[in-house]
């Protein structure tokens, strides 16, 4: 009796033992402000803003550059547009002047009969007989009687030679006013090229210098991060390792078997903490399986064996048959009476343990110092 006591509080200290382990390992590691992070990763949240910020710029420089791109587009379609519009200008007014200078109303064939001044202009049907309108049709004149002839013809020549000299003294002006136009057409665009061409250089040169600017800032910028980021990452590498190596040697990760082992003795295993069989385990599973196919088979035979022999073995099987059942009957009565003594023997051990719990163990009630034990712990 004394023997199992001594045993089973034995293996009731080392299980005590083993849970106040287990705490003060749970405790070091909820406790530990490295391993577990609380609240707000407040490094993380500045180097978003950061990031942003400089995203933000990023793209506010972008926007600039293309407002300024957009400017500039505007100012050359402006420029396009605007002489444009002096070409157009110079072109209807020169196609103005030569129809002033050139094609006059009172130059054209059916100018009499929309000329507003024809009733002011009218003549008798005939002023005398040389008169030049004087037709057959009007019975004014009659052929034969052309006195004038000379005089008439001599006057249409010296009237067609004025025209003549009036058009060739016009065409000349007309061209020469066309070359004078389109002189100062060209004078004007070369000039108009030349501006546009020095407006470009010097929004090139400040472009460039904005962009070196620029370039200049990130890089300070790119090397200030990336010194940021090696020492964050070395850092966070480092909290990772300390944080890998106390999980690693923790027992959750390093699957200890010795959590899983029950207080009620090592056959038996806590189902929340057993992480599964282990690969000696399985193998010695696998092993046994072998095992009990090899004796299966190997009783298959001897099942054969023993039929085949079975005949000549009768007899003397009966035989030591009846010699067994003597020496089982003996070893019953024997087993039997071992057994009650155990079992008597048991019985009053039992009834001293139940005295003994009635009477020592069950005597006291909790107070509240039993319940303010309970929930100081990190369970």
């Not at 282990?278 to 196919?293: F, G, K, S, Y």
Request: hydrophobic share 30%.
């Amino acid at each position: 009796m004394s023997k199992l006591v001594l045993q089973r509080e034995r293996q009731e200290a080392a299980a005590l033992e083993r849970r106040r382990q287990r705490e003060l390992q749970r405790q070091s590691r909820i406790f530990n402000a490295r391993v577990r992070t609380i609240g707000v990763d407040k490094d993380a949240l500045d180097t978003q803003v950061k990031e942003r910020k400089i995203q933000e710029a990023a793209e506010k420089a972008r926007h600039e550059e293309l407002a300024n791109e957009m400017k500039q587009n505007d100012k050359i379609m402006c420029m396009l547009e605007e002489r444009h519009k002096n070409d157009i200008r110079n072109i209807n007014k020169a196609v103005s002047e030569f129809q002033k200078n050139l094609q006059k109303p009172e130059t054209r064939r059916e100018f009499d009969l929309n000329d507003p001044q024809a009733l002011k202009k009218d003549r008798p049907a005939r002023v005398s007989d040389d008169d030049p309108r004087c037709t057959v049709s009007g019975l004014q004149k009659f052929l034969g009687e052309d006195l004038n002839y000379d005089q008439r013809m001599k006057f249409q020549k010296e009237q067609l030679r004025e025209w003549s000299l009036q058009q060739q003294k016009d065409l000349k002006n007309a061209l020469a006013d066309q070359k004078f136009a389109d002189g100062l057409h060209d004078k004007y665009r070369i000039a108009l090229d030349q501006k546009t061409r020095e407006q470009q250089q010097k929004e090139e040169e400040n472009r460039r210098a904005v962009c070196a600017a620029t370039k200049d800032f990130n890089r300070s910028q790119a090397a200030e991060l990336a010194e940021k980021k090696k020492l964050e990452k070395y850092q966070k590498m480092k909290d990772d390792m300390n944080e890998i190596s106390s999980l690693l040697q923790g027992d959750l990760l390093s699957e200890n078997p010795d959590q899983a082992i029950s207080s009620f003795g090592t056959h038996r295993v806590i189902t929340d903490r057993w992480k599964g069989m282990n690969q000696d385990q399985l193998r010695a599973i696998r092993d046994t399986q072998q095992q009990q196919v090899l004796e299966k088979m190997r009783q298959k035979q001897e099942e054969c064996r023993v039929d085949a022999e079975w005949d000549r073995q009768r007899i003397h099987t009966a035989r030591a048959q009846l010699v067994l059942e003597r020496h089982l009957q003996r070893q019953n009565w024997e087993r039997r009476r071992a057994l009650d003594n155990m079992n008597a023997d048991m019985s009053q051990e039992q009834k001293l343990k139940n005295i003994y719990l009635k009477e020592e163990e069950y005597s006291n009630y909790p107070t509240d110092e039993y319940f303010a034990q309970f929930n100081t712990t990190s369970r």
